[in-house]
């Protein structure tokens, strides 16, 4: 998409909201007729509210304006799957925090919108959020570095392992490999201990001799947060479901944990915010 759609898109003025057409209407005229003008109201009408957003965590404005070329590059190519029974902000949401995590994980600043959503706990519009109900976000590296290093750490393993399924193994590519030393950190340990706990939990699940409830739950975590992130088919997303399948517990515990980690990281940092003086 040219820069000039956005701008020419930008200076037409919407119609009254008595005459609007619904954005799942836009999208099927769009997937349907490849209607310019209807794809030119989805962006006029999105627009400014995406940027926004994207300006307040860049806290740039080139930087700005160049995620906004590409989310919605990103938006035109996904279009065809998109489902009319979600909310399109929903939708522009899944596609933006995706962006961000690609573009933070290539300057190495790690899980920027993934921390974003996980503040949001689910809320589905961690964006796209009107400017009056936005909470607080995670605004510096310092904040960051805590979670990354402290926090998350800290959890107790049954929950981190929860928490790192479902934060770390889906978004990790060939481009950007998830590394040990990544690993290591997140799980408090050294490198080479978080290899040797793939390898011993490896060596054990493969004598099938050996009982599995025999294995350490941190080793456990080290092989399953590895293997998944270095899978074969990235393609296809992971669920819930599939991870607490992995876990080999409920999806409601899955759930349950999975809450009780966002709670545990969310009252840290808050508690860390009001300890420490933030240097300007």
């Not at 070329?69 to 990103?74: A, D, I, T």
């Not at 040797?196 to 456990?220: I, K, M, P, Q, Y």
């Not at 270095?230 to 997303?237: E, G």
Request: hydrophobic share 35%.
């Amino acid at each position: 998409m040219e820069t000039s759609l956005a701008n020419q898109a930008l200076t037409r003025e919407e119609p009254s909201a008595a005459t609007q057409v619904s954005d799942a209407e836009l999208i099927r005229q769009y997937n349907e007729h490849k209607s310019n003008t209807a794809f030119e109201t989805l962006l006029r009408r999105h627009y400014n509210a995406v940027h926004k957003r994207l300006l307040r965590l860049t806290q740039n404005h080139a930087d700005a304006d160049d995620l906004s070329q590409k989310l919605w590059m990103r938006v035109i190519e996904n279009l065809a799957g998109y489902n009319d029974s979600q909310k399109f902000p929903n939708f522009l949401n899944t596609i933006a925090s995706n962006l961000l995590k690609d573009e933070w994980r290539k300057s190495g600043v790690r899980q920027q919108s993934s921390l974003d959503e996980m503040l949001e706990a689910g809320s589905g519009q961690a964006l796209l959020l009107d400017e009056d109900d936005m909470p607080e976000r995670i605004a510096d590296r310092h904040e960051i570095e805590y979670l990354v290093k402290h926090l998350i750490p800290n959890l107790a393993v049954k929950l981190r392992a929860v928490f790192l399924l479902r934060h770390e193994s889906e978004y990790w590519d060939d481009k950007q490999p998830f590394q040990w030393q990544h690993l290591a950190e997140l799980n408090d340990m050294t490198t080479q201990a978080a290899s040797d706990g793939f390898t011993c939990a490896r060596d054990h699940l493969l004598n099938a001799d050996n009982d599995v409830e025999a294995l350490s739950d941190e080793n456990r975590l080290i092989f399953i947060t590895w293997t998944q992130a270095h899978r074969y088919d990235k393609a296809a997303k992971q669920t819930e479901t599939y991870l607490a399948s992995l876990l080999d517990i409920p999806l409601n515990t899955f759930k349950t944990r999975y809450r009780a980690a966002l709670s545990e990281l969310s009252s840290g940092l808050e508690k860390w915010r009001k300890q420490v003086v933030k240097p300007n």
